[in-house]
């Protein structure tokens, strides 16, 4: 996986023009200078703040679609109240309109344990369209796994679930110092070397089972040393 940092949209990007590709969190204010870094490298995700309303979805979306951003990505709680889910369903339905005209992916980024919740109420709307980011909160992966478009994480975290997946796309660690993050990116990498197939062959896309070819074989990642018991 592609291990990006997540910086705030109000910082200066000159400190991390050697990185080219990052994400960014929306704070309410984009920096002038990422119009520029933009066109030599790449803007791949806008994450948008906890309970973050249509208003400042669409406020972060005038200043940043110009960046030409992949994903937006949107944190919802599991809904409390049936008007919660309707509310969480409506704002869905309209940053959907939002994006689709630009070719931006909206990807739902669950409070913990909220993932089940938040799928079964888009299958229920036949919100295929919509995906997820991955956070080290997520208890259920096989809830999101075959909507996963993109993930969030720290130096903390496990990424041992996301390799078995064989996932392979950006990895976003929220920085502000390139060295730090440079330092948690080895670290990371170390830990959690990368893989070019899933351990196990797909059972759902898209929220629809898959018929397994049985001619066909996913290699298992290598393993690490500790995994096979030994010693360095």
């Known amino acids: 996986m592609r291990i990006l940092p997540l910086l705030n949209a109000s910082a200066d990007p000159a400190p991390w023009a ?10 309410g204010r984009l920096h002038g200078a990422w119009p520029g870094f933009a066109r030599a490298g790449g803007v791949h995700a806008i994450h948008l703040p906890e309970h973050a309303s249509l208003e400042i979805a669409q406020e972060a979306l005038a200043f940043t679609l110009p960046l030409g951003p992949d994903f937006l990505v949107l944190t919802a709680e599991e809904p409390k109240r049936r008007k919660d889910g309707f509310a969480f369903l409506g ?47 997520v208890k259920d992966l096989s809830a999101i796994e075959d909507r996963l478009f993109c993930a969030v994480g720290s130096i903390s975290d496990d990424l041992d679930p996301l390799r078995k997946l064989g996932y392979r796309w950006n990895l976003a660690l929220p920085a502000t110092d390139p060295r730090a993050f440079e330092l948690a990116k080895a670290g990371l990498e170390a830990r959690f070397p990368g893989v070019l197939f899933p351990s196990e062959l797909p059972t759902h896309v898209m929220g629809r089972p898959v018929q397994p070819d049985p001619g ?17």
């Not at 050697?18 to 704070?27: F, G, H, I, N, P």
């Not at 309109?97 to 109420?121: D, F, H, R, S, W």
């Not at 066909?216 to 360095?232: I, L, M, S, T, Y």
């Open 18 to 27: 050697a990185r080219r590709e990052v994400e960014l969190a929306w704070d």
């Open 91 to 137: 704002l869905v339905e309209a940053l959907l309109e939002a994006l689709a005209p630009k070719g931006m992916k909206l990807a739902i980024k669950p409070g913990a344990g909220a993932e089940t919740e938040l799928v079964n109420l888009l299958k229920a709307s036949r919100g295929e369209a919509v995906g997820f980011c991955w956070h080290g909160e």
């Open 216 to 232: 066909v074989r996913f290699a298992r990642p290598p393993q690490r040393e500790e995994d096979r018991g030994e010693k360095p």
